[in-house]
């Protein structure tokens, strides 16, 4: 917005898309980690088994499952 001081706009950056990308990998393994050491009741509660986060946290950080 003009004259809103401490606004940095990254888009006109020449690495944006990277640093975008190596945020959104850094997010996806917290996101991982965390699904990870959740209890089987927890995992439960999600609709999930230890089968799906095994197969989640072996994914590769570019396959984005919901990217279309």
């Not at 004259?3 to 990254?10: A, E, L």
């Amino acid at each position: 917005m003009k004259g809103q001081k401490g606004f940095i706009s990254t888009d006109k950056w020449p690495f944006a898309g990277l640093l975008h990308t190596f945020a959104r990998w850094q997010l996806l393994h917290q996101e991982r980690q965390m699904l990870a050491t959740l209890s089987d009741d927890a995992l439960k509660d999600i609709g999930l088994n230890r089968a799906d986060v095994a197969q989640e946290s072996h994914r590769h950080f570019w396959e984005d499952p919901l990217r279309k």
